[in-house]
């Protein structure tokens, strides 16, 4: 077999396209809105964008389409982290162009933005594009890294869209890829090279988002896929009622996955890291909190539970950045080759002890020994600490098995503690499209063809209105610098689209903050199943909870 039957069946899904894009491209009208300005420091952005800030907001709608309809040749590009849909905005971006003109030709640059300074692609043609309609994962032309922010990037991006009669290039990222979007722009624009560039917005970490841009794609695919996987393990929890999960789930920085999985699935615990860094909670702080779950359905006989931990939750603890800090300092230049240079653990111990503050080594000495070990293993190129390697899912449990002990010995506590660690992140990131994603980023692709044929540059393609019908969702544009400010970056001053963290005022953490105390002691699990792709909407078309009550 060829094709799994579902891969076959969603070849054929027709994803929902906004209401105003269903008329046809002759039919589609754009309307400009406000002159926009950045989110802060307006008058830096404007002088680092003289050529793309400040553009209105655009709105198309039902008309007469007065754009010119000459050959248009685009090219794309996949950036960073696979989400599930990047197919489906190069689908969508893919029929608007060949419905416009069957003459206009798509370009793929392979690998991610390298694929453009290396002039390395792939011409998109029906049967090719006919393979990953509705799928998951970006192998269509694969994903990478590479940032692209120097001028002779730009320059050589440049030629290679001269050599091919590149008009436009669209840009799927988060909001490193955005931000880097805007400075090409920009650059294009200055220099008059008539190349557009126009971002999608993605990441399944849901923080490239604000008052214009409802969600980033893959978000909604990837929470629902973790929280099918959180739902199993929470009612295997309540089956055999031996084991306390600690699940820890992907999001580099902010919280929204873990925030989402915890509406879906009600688990006993879930950490959120901008509470954590807005309360500067201590990691024992944190041990305590959790402890104090377990000690309380301990003492109704209930000696398992279920924990979400945020990816990025222990960079959010003061002490434990200030360790980070410090271990960072500690290993500079050549200090790290006299450290690797020690035999044993335990002269590896004494140096540590040596060079760290007396703060700062009152938290490394709580840490689980293979915690400790872990943060002096793991270095990126520059030779820092890769804090996103640091298992915070064992790291927790460990604590909090430290807490149960102390307590077992004062009285307080007469359970059983036995933990399971579980890491997701990969399992979700190439789910084939929930219906709502494969929606949305369909609409993103084609709506970005829109823009281009149009003529902006420097957009992002937005849809909104998005926890409302396909039909009723709203299409356009709005200008990227409008989401930026400045923010130091390695020691300089750089303009940057705004990250969002969970706000701890927004109403999806307050609904969580409500009814989490009575998740913490009883058994509220919610079992959200798999995502399904045929059958009545209110099962399938459903956004996340997280948007629902976002615009409630
Ligand atoms: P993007 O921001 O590029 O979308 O990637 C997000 C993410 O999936 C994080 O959740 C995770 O920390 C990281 O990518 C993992 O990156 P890698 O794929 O390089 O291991």
Not at 112 to 118: K, N, Q, R, V, Y
Not at 179 to 202: D, W
Not at 365 to 392: C, K, M, T, W, Y
Not at 476 to 486: A, D, L, R, V, Y
Request: aromatic residues 10%.
């Amino acid at each position: 077999m060829k094709y799994s039957p579902l891969q076959q069946a969603r070849y054929e899904y027709a994803p929902k396209l906004p209401g105003m894009l269903r008329h046809g491209i002759t039919e589609i009208s754009v309307k400009e809105g406000n002159e926009t300005q950045s989110v802060a420091d307006q008058d830096k952005i404007k002088a680092l964008f003289p050529n793309t800030y400040g553009k209105n907001e655009i709105t198309f709608e039902k008309g007469q389409n007065t754009a010119p309809s000459k050959k248009q040749v685009v090219g794309v590009i996949l950036s960073g982290g696979q989400a599930p849909g990047g197919h489906n905005v190069i689908c969508g971006l893919y029929d608007a162009l060949k419905a416009t003109n069957k003459e206009n030709v798509l370009y793929g640059f392979k690998k991610g933005p390298s694929g453009l300074i290396e002039d390395d692609y792939v011409i998109f043609d029906d049967a090719f594009i006919n393979e990953y309609r509705n799928t998951g994962g970006f192998d269509i032309i694969g994903s990478g890294r590479t940032k692209l922010e120097t001028n002779e990037q730009f320059a050589i991006a440049a030629d290679v869209c001269k050599k091919h009669g590149i008009t436009a290039i669209v840009i799927i990222g988060g909001d490193d890829s955005n931000t880097n979007a805007a400075v090409l722009a920009e650059y294009f624009a200055a220099n008059n090279t008539g190349v557009q560039v126009i971002g999608c917005p993605k990441t399944i970490d849901g923080d490239l988002k604000n008052e214009d841009i409802e969600c980033s794609f893959g978000f909604d695919t990837a929470t629902k896929t973790y929280s099918e996987l959180i739902g199993n393990i929470e009612r295997d929890a309540n089956s055999a009622k031996k084991y306390w999960h600690f699940i820890k789930v992907m999001g580099r920085s902010a919280s929204h996955v873990a925030l989402e999985c915890a509406l879906e699935t009600q688990p006993n615990i879930c950490l959120i890291s901008e509470e954590v860094a807005e309360k500067k909670m201590s990691l024992s702080q944190i041990a305590d909190y959790i402890a104090d779950s377990v000690e309380k359905r301990a003492a109704k006989g209930m000696n398992f539970g279920v924990a979400i931990i945020p990816e990025g939750v222990v960079e959010f603890v003061p002490e434990f950045s200030a360790l980070i800090a410090e271990i960072n300092e500690l290993l500079a230049g050549s200090k790290a080759e006299e450290f690797n240079a020690l035999a044993t653990w335990a002269d590896k111990y004494a140096f540590i002890e040596k060079g760290l503050s007396k703060e700062s080594m009152t938290v490394f000495a709580i840490l689980p020994q293979g915690i400790q070990q872990q943060l002096f293993l793991e270095r990126d190129p520059h030779g820092n600490v890769q804090v996103s390697l640091i298992e915070s899912e064992k790291l927790f449990s460990a604590l909090v098995a430290d807490k149960l002990a102390t307590r077992k010995k004062n009285g307080t506590y007469n359970g059983k503690f036995n933990a399971l660690h579980h890491f997701f992140g990969y399992e979700g990131r190439c789910a084939f499209p929930s219906n709502f994603d494969s929606d949305y980023c369909y609409s993103l692709g084609y709506n970005a063809f829109m823009l281009i044929q149009y003529g902006y540059n420097g957009y992002l393609s937005k849809v909104s209105n998005l926890s409302k019908p396909a039909t009723e969702w709203v299409a356009g544009g709005m200008p990227i610098t409008k989401m930026m400010n400045i923010e130091r970056r390695h020691g300089e001053d750089k303009p940057v689209i705004k990250k969002a963290l969970v706000e701890l005022d927004g109403k999806p953490f307050k609904f969580f903050e409500a009814n989490r105390e009575v998740w913490a002691v009883e058994t509220s699990y919610l079992y959200p199943g798999a995502i399904q792709y045929y059958g009545p909407a209110e099962v399938c078309d459903i956004t996340t909870r997280t948007l629902a009550l976002e615009k409630e």
